[in-house]
């Protein structure tokens, strides 16, 4: 196969190719990139097998000391938005300490070279010290403590304390630990009753921020070198059945005053990540954001009727002067009065896959146009994102987001699926992902392998072949945690104490780091497209060719001649990512580790002309 490199000619890419979403999935927000660590911090809800449910219960929480621990709603709440407290009830005869500890998300990371601060909110008698400290169940030894002093009655309502910053004195073997809370005067509170709420560990966050986002997480996320993220979501924007959309004004300031809701995946949503933290997330990494807003439709089919859409649509309008309304604004003040000046925002996406469930009638007729009558009508120069194709309104160009799942072949014979589209009708695909069966239900089968990877990377050729009109895609799911769902895909999968990168992760890494400014047209003599693809760009100083081998010949059998128009360049750069089998996975460190490469290796050529080989039969070059 011989390809020639045009020096000029293509259309000119889209500047956000590639981007993220973010939802909270199976524990991404919640025991994922939010940094609080204590499970079950302020009894809003929980999961009954996967099942999201509204009771509120003391799970994840275990007594110590002979206590009784439950669920109370008859002491003065802390807040109407958190009703329900923990109560610790100590029997008469108690001479000992007493307390509970809590399980995390499956288990805490313990690093000595960390900082960490636990806190809580108490109602009751109490002076004395609280030990807080991490337990590990492998080593059955206390890996760090703090102490939170406690000095109130009853009389002083809620009490919310800090304990002082500590770093532990041992880094743990494994995620295999637990964080108490114990009384050591347990006989002053013999049959006596405490009240907590929002009991919380945050190890040092990613930037400093103050409930903010779990380090390694964070860097994770960064590190794909992205354009744009879309927040917050996804299915779970969309919510399971009425009432229960997600509201940002129930996201905002205090996390007194974030009751929380069921997620769509499986568990309660705490909401202690919210709109303000996640707009902070995308500013820290240089994102635009594609604010997803609801639409009108709940997963279970239930649609707002156009009658009753209004305060819906004025909810949003809302939003916008809270994100984006100066301090003349009543919203643009609240968010001043929490600290925090104008964001930016570009686009929005009305909704999320609004044909789900009998959504696509309403969403035509009427939900679609309520909310971009009113926000064009005050913002127009944010372009509105239809989740359904065609747009409800396609007088201006506005964009689409179409979603594609399906297994690998699938995404190959995507290659071509934009050649044709028209230029007038901009495209995302704001989520995207080979599966081996089903998308993201828990029940799926199968990590990404490498055969996959290669083809989301076929796929992604096409979408960068095509970036004039493909504006950006982005991967569903981005985060998913290990211990829930392992055996589905995700771009990261963690653990409470290691990060995960899937396969798919560093294609688009690759692709993100390796993409110009506008394409270039390759001719190929000597062979045809398949099963060697490939798609060319220019950043104006160099050029940039990428060749996905799948299920290809290798070695000596798979040569492909390049020659770069107009180029003498006698060198350079080969970038290539494989793993030994089509169907290796990358997995957790215990498990077999990281399977796939990605290598960087300076190549020879004769005054623009380059001869690249594979090694393998499934395979990513960069040139
Ligand atoms: O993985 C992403 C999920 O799958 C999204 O919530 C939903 O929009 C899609 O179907």
Known sequence: LNLTVSSSGGNTSSTLQYGLLFEDIYHSGDGGLYGEMIRNRAFQGSSVDGVVSLDRTTDFWTEVGGVTLSVDTETTPLSSSLPAQLRMEVPEDTTTAVGFYNDGFWGFDVDASQRYIASMYVYGNYTGDVTCYFYSTTSDTILGSTTISLDQTESDGWVQTYSPTFYPTTTASNANNTFYFVFEDGAQLAGESLYFNVLSVFKQTYNNRANGLRTDMAEAVAALGTKYIRLPGGNNMEGLYAPYYWKWNETLGSLTERPGRPGTWGDYNTDGFGLIEMMLMADDMGLEVILGVWAGLYLDGTVVAEADLQPYVDSVMDELEFLLGDSSTTYGAQREALGYGAFTINYIEIGNEDYLNGGTTSYDDYRFTAFYDAIHATYPDISLISTINPSPVTTDGSPVDLHLYGDADYFVTLFNAFDQASRSYPVFVNEYAAT??????????????????????????????????????????????????????????????????????????????????????????????????WSATTNTSHTILKLVNYDGETGADSA???????????????ISFSAPEADSINNLAALGGETSSVTTTALQGEAGVFTVEFSSAYEILIL
Do not use: H
Request: hydrophobic share 40%; aromatic share 8%; proline share 3%.
């Open 436 to 533: 081996n069966t089903g998308s993201n239900s828990a029940s799926q089968i199968g990590a990404q392998t490498l055969s996959m990877a290669c083809a989301e990377a076929v796929f992604l050729l096409g979408c960068e072949r095509n970036s004039d009109v493909v504006v950006g895609s982005a991967y569903g799911a981005l985060i998913k945690n290990y211990n829930e769902a392992p055996d589905t895909v995700a771009v990261i999968k963690q653990t409470a104490s290691e990060v995960l990168y899937s396969m798919s992760f560093y294609v688009q890494q690759l692709f993100a780091a390796n993409m110009g400014s506008s394409t270039l047209p390759v001719t190929a003599t000597d062979g045809e497209l398949a099963p060697v693809y």
């Open 560 to 574: 492909v001649s390049v020659t770069l128009e107009g180029s003498s360049a006698d060198t350079a750069t080969l």
